[in-house]
């Protein structure tokens, strides 16, 4: 009886270090795991910091090649069996350019969040990453250093900056993506699918900084600089109705959906930056 009321402790101890903080969006340790057994060719599910079946199904595989029981609980003895990517270190070195391991996995996975995502969960602190750290210790009037040490962690603990204004919905579409974590990467904006030709509309007055092609997968893209630090991006249009320099008010066509540059279907993919930081635009369009 003692030793199952042990296992029982130990268990809910676990579930407590793991699981997401109430109205959380994920938790940066359970993202690290999961980029862990991904490298393992364990979990080809999404990097979303949530304890689910397929994180399970993963851990419980690493167990079995290793002869522990599959039990599905990251103990030690299991998170041995991933190097340093099983070593919950979060906070424990300053994170520098060139490191590697579960706590650099976590910290992609908490910028991503807080608007700054550096492309691949891969748990390896490269050119991209440091970019994108060194962007959000700007955001954060923080020495911008590239180093990842108590000051960026605690910036990095705060809850992620929303949008301070209230949108229009763009379009008149479907929502087949949100915000957030994305196989292995971060969505930072959301789809709405309409079809090609529908009128795209300003979710808020402004005036146009951008209206032009764009690479690395934007195609068409329409930039309102909305005031106050905000700005909306309009991407993958057909076909762009405003120019540079030209004022806006809500509700005003600024082009048509479409679907250039990377794009798998007419769609309109639809950002807003606080700043510079990428927020989630549900709260403020009211969905």
Not at 137 to 160: E, H, I, K, N, Y
Not at 210 to 223: E, F, K, M, N, P
Request: aromatic letters at 6%.
């Amino acid at each position: 009886m003692a030793s199952r009321s042990l296992a029982l402790l130990l268990g809910a101890l676990v579930t407590l270090v793991l699981a997401p903080p109430l109205g959380a969006v994920g938790n940066p340790s359970v993202a690290a795991l999961q980029t862990g057994l991904h490298r393992k060719g364990l979990y080809d599910a999404t990097i979303d910091g949530l304890i689910g079946p397929a994180t399970r199904a993963g851990i419980r595989s690493l167990q079995l090649q290793a002869g522990l029981r599959p039990d599905g609980v990251p103990g030690h003895a299991t998170r041995r069996l991933l190097g340093r990517f099983g070593r919950p270190r979060l906070g424990a070195r300053v994170l520098a350019h060139g490191l590697g391991g579960w706590d650099v996995a976590a910290l992609q996975f908490m910028l991503a969040w807080h608007g700054f995502p550096s492309g691949t969960f891969d748990g390896f602190l490269g050119d991209r990453t440091d970019a994108s750290l060194r962007r959000f210790q700007r955001w954060s009037s923080l020495a911008v250093d590239g180093r990842a040490g108590p000051a960026t962690f605690a910036a990095l603990r705060m809850p992620p900056a929303r949008c301070p204004v209230s949108l229009a919905l763009p379009v008149d579409g479907t929502l087949t993506s949100g915000f957030g974590p994305r196989g292995l990467r971060f969505h930072a904006g959301v789809d709405l699918a309409a079809a090609t030709g529908t009128p795209v509309a300003a979710a808020r007055s402004g005036q146009v900084v951008y209206a032009d092609w764009r690479a690395g997968g934007w195609g068409r893209l329409v930039t309102i600089n909305n005031g106050g630090g905000v700005r909306t991006l309009y991407a993958h249009l057909s076909r762009i109705e405003v120019r540079v320099g030209q004022s806006v008010s809500t509700g005003d066509e600024i082009g048509r959906v479409g679907a250039t540059g990377h794009a798998t279907g007419p769609h309109l993919h639809f950002e807003v930056r606080l700043r510079g930081a990428a927020v989630d635009p549900l709260p403020a369009l009211g969905l």
